[in-house]
């Protein structure tokens, strides 16, 4: 029975009226700021950003939190700005974030990633995190609702500190509305580098950065753990025994081969090209033969 209650109570309507506009100076077109618990700070200066695609945290906000830079994880992708301006990122960072009051309140671990660039903010929430609280905001009320297992929660926006806010990125031309460069919103989200074998750079890969710290950590602790499946190099890749399978190029010995002409490469192709070809023959995936005609040419990929 309390299981049914807790999901007939998160699944309330949410909804604006004028009672919300109270004490809100109008007519006015300010942003929506608000404060959050962060790591267990009040932080405040935080803009609720809907056009945003990342969560955002300013470096001299990270390190006022005094979060060592351990916490950072690699992010290689660059940010950009609807001015086209980019910026990379020191890193991404999972915090722990508390939205509201008890006992209506949401605390989720979120990513940020932390940017080192003057801002009058300390931090952007934009859509990930929305989405997450299941949050509606309404700037004409400047207040951001979500659902909570005791009703509905609520944060209310400061409107002074807001215009003050507003004040300085004019001031400056600040840009606070980022896109993560070649990301595609419906259906990609923002990668981070793991190094899977320490003080090895070259032993990378990718992983996504939405899902929860636990789980993030099970799925490193994973790859860590099968390490013998990935090949950085040709030697770390062993083969299939010819058993298993193999190929053939299947030809008619009736029909005379087509001659190709033998085309000239750049020095720099013929370079690499011999490089190839050397460590290919090195891991013994190719081996020499030898032909009475020239068939084809080497096809650069």
Known sequence: MELLLKQRRTNQDIFFSEKDARGVRQPHNDPLVIALTIEGFNTKRILVDNGSFADIMYLSSFQQLKLGPGRLRPFESPLVSFSGDRVYPKGIVTLKVT????PKQQTRHLDFLVVDCPSSYNVIIGRPTLNRWKAATSTYCLIIKFPTEDRIGEVKGDQVLAR???QAVLAVGENHTWTIEGEKEDNME??????????????????GTTMSPEMRNELVRFLKGNLDVFAWSHEDMQGIPRQVIQHELKTDPEKKPVQQKRRVFAPERNQAITEEVSRLLQADFIREVYYPEWLANVVLV
């Not at 939205?99 to 008890?102: Q, V």
């Not at 320490?198 to 990378?204: F, Q």
């Open 190 to 207: 923002a990668l981070e580098t793991v190094e899977l074998v320490e003080g090895e750079n070259s032993k990378v890969t990718r992983i």
């Open 99 to 102: 939205i509201g009051a008890y």
């Open 164 to 166: 003050e806010c507003y």
